[in-house]
């Protein structure tokens, strides 16, 4: 699908006021939709809570980790449910999840930031959205992980979005495998050589992040 064009500049060299505007830009969206996830669903978009999640989770494993990774994903996986509890218990609420979120996939417009790139979208956890976008804060990364969570902590008091961030990184990892393999089983056989690493590369991503 073609959309129209976004009039503004793309944000790969983007500011730090420009970054902070992103994430509240998304951070409010998020807790807009925060109750309304049958939406989000009906649209067709997957479900990335637990009773989906654990599944997709164990196939990509069982089908793309090497060996030397199994005997640290496995074990992992089999207590998925109590790390999505207890990732339940810091007291944030599902709502929709971007997908892909980073500066690339932002256009700066006169109104500001315009988030774009949507084909990832689904229902989750609203930090799976986090490390993608810290990947890419360059120097402002700790600034910027701590406005994201300040903004979350304001809006669920009591909640521990700090111990979210930590529990969600191996899964959001885990995630980013299971797209990559979505993508690859749905490529052309010619197109897979250049992707071939990408599903590893995020298993060992999530193993190191265990850590």
């Given amino acids: ?5 976004v009039p503004g500049h793309d944000c790969y ?13 998304l951070v409010d969206l998020q807790q807009a939709w925060a109750g309304r996830v049958d939406e989000v669903l009906a649209l067709g ?5 637990p009773s989906t999640f654990v599944p997709l989770a ?15 994903l496995d074990p992992f996986v089999d207590r998925l449910p109590q790390v999505f509890a207890d990732l339940d218990s810091c007291g944030l609420p599902n709502t ?15 109104e500001g930031p315009v988030v774009l790139d949507w084909g990832d979208v689904g229902v989750g956890h ?9 990947d890419r804060a360059g120097p402002h ?14 809006a669920c008091p009591g909640s521990d979005p700090r111990r979210a961030a930590t529990l969600i990184a191996p899964i959001a990892a885990l995630r980013q495998a299971i797209i ?9 056989e010619t197109e897979r050589v250049y992707h071939r690493d990408d599903v590893p590369q995020w298993l060992r991503r999530a193993v190191a992040l265990m850590a």
């Fill in 1 to 5: 699908m073609l959309l129209a064009d």
């Fill in 13 to 25: 060299d983007a500011t730090l006021p420009q970054l902070e505007a992103m994430v509240d830009t």
């Fill in 45 to 49: 978009a997957p479900d990335w809570r």
């Fill in 58 to 72: 164990q196939a990509v494993v069982e089908r793309d980790a090497p060996a030397e990774l199994r005997t640290v």
């Fill in 96 to 110: 929709f999840v971007h997908g892909d979120f980073h500066p690339g996939n932002v256009r700066w417009t006169s």
């Fill in 126 to 134: 609203p930090l799976f959205d986090l490390p993608a976008f810290l």
């Fill in 141 to 154: 990364t700790a600034d910027l992980e701590a406005r994201w969570l300040e903004r979350w902590a304001r």
């Fill in 180 to 188: 990559y393999r979505r993508f690859l089983d749905g490529i052309e």
